[in-house]
Every structure is written in C-alpha cells, then in structure tokens.
C-alpha cells in the first residue's frame, strides 16, 4: 500500500500570505507511459465533504480560484496558496490513486 | 451541475448491516463510477471502493472485500453501498463521490455524506 504523508499537521498563515503544504508518496505514483503523477487535492471546510480541487498533480478543478496551485511529481508535491482568503480555512488532504487509493492525514490551515 | 445525494443518518446495532444510497444528477450516470470513501471521526479518509453506472463492475480496498457489496441501479441513477457485519469501527461518515471510469480512485464531486453510528 502507498502511505501518503503530509507536512505540516497544521498551519496557521495571516491574510494575503502565501500557504505551502507537502506530501510525500511511500513510493512514486508518477506513470512513465504517460509522465502524469497520479495525485489529487481535496479541500475539506468544516461540517462539509471534501471537495476535489486538483487532480494530475498540478490541473486545476473547474472552478478552482487560480491562487490554489499544485506542483511536484514522483514522490513529493506540494499545494500552494498564493494570497490566503479568510474563505481557505479548511483541512487540505493529498490522495494517490496510481494504485488502491490512499489519502494522507490532512493538514488543518488557519488564520493567524 | 453534478449533485450527489446520500440517504440519511442510520443508528445500527453490532453485527446488523446497513446500506446507504447516493442518487446522482446533472450528468450521464452511465458515463461514470461511484466512488465510496470513509471517515471516521477526527481521522482521515479511507478509500472503500468504486462501481461501475453502466455495468455494475468493482473494485474493492482489500480491507472491505469481504464485508461491503457496491451497486448501482441505472433506471434511478442511483448506486448503493451496504456494509455487514458493522463493528463499533465501523462508526464513521460514508461518502459517495463521482469517478471517472478509467481512473478509479480519482474521485469528485462528494456526496453530502451519511453518518452511521455503530452501538449496542
């Protein structure tokens, strides 16, 4: 099974700053036929149900303001929040799906 | 607009079984799965399964392969997840979620979810 971690647990992050969360894969979910890593992003508000923000690493759900990026492949991603909204406090949850999914633990993002 | 909606909060004794739907709209039902992932409280999410809206077909985390049975019924775009032999474990809220048919763990929209609680 892969097991996805995510850094920090949480993070408290003033308005208008930028926000940076990490997850790393036990092993590469990155496909070589077709160079796409196979991880998403979820948003999860509080007494909501996660909502998919990103998929592929990297692309943008329809929707999805454009100060929510995800980079990374392989092993190691990242999802960024350019300018911190006080509407972005939520926990934020990686998940591979190369192999039998798996989600990492979420990391709850506040406002300092 | 893709909407999903799940069938309301169930109170199961040990050892029942329960079974939760999840009726789609706003998009071809047959074009898609159904993806069902769990929550128990103050933990992460755990992927269960996925089914097929055309053909019933699935694919089951090894730790609910023998427990939980996924279907669909295409007449109401609706599918079904039941759970048996529930465990005080089994305590958490189950979502449904959209899938794409060629990546099966790539889920979204989520339904609102539905909280079954597990107790003697």
């Known amino acids: 099974d892969i097991v996805m971690t995510q850094s920090p647990d949480s993070l408290a992050v003033s308005l208008g700053e930028r926000a940076t969360i990490n997850c790393k894969s036990s092993q590469s979910v990155l496909y070589s036929s077709n160079n796409k890593s196979y991880l998403a992003w979820h948003q999860q508000k509080p007494g909501q149900p996660p909502k998919l923000l990103i998929s592929?690493?990297?692309i943008r759900e329809s929707g999805v303001p454009d100060r929510f990026s995800g980079s990374g492949s392989g092993t190691d991603f990242t999802l960024t929040i350019s300018s911190l909204q006080a509407e972005d406090v939520a926990v934020y949850c990686c998940q591979q799906y190369y192999t039998t999914p798996s989600f990492g633990q979420g990391t709850k993002l506040e406002i300092k | 607009q893709v909407h999903l909606v799940q069938s309301g909060a169930e109170v199961k004794k040990p050892g029942a079984s329960v079974k939760v739907s999840c009726k789609a709209s706003?998009?071809?039902?047959?074009?898609?799965?159904i993806g069902w992932v769990r929550q128990v409280p103050g933990q992460g999410l755990e992927w269960m399964g996925w089914?097929?809206?055309?053909?019933?077909?699935?694919n089951y985390a090894p730790k609910f392969q023998d427990r939980v049975t996924l279907t669909t019924d295409t007449s109401t775009s609706t599918a079904y997840m039941e759970v048996r032999s529930l465990t005080s474990d089994d305590t958490a809220v189950y979502y449904c979620a959209r899938s794409s048919l060629s990546q099966v763990g790539l889920v979204g929209p989520w339904g609102q979810g539905t909280l079954v609680t597990v107790s003697s």
């Open positions: 089914v097929t809206g055309y053909n019933g077909n699935t």
């Open positions: 592929w690493a990297s």
């Open positions: 706003g998009y071809t039902f047959t074009n898609y799965g």
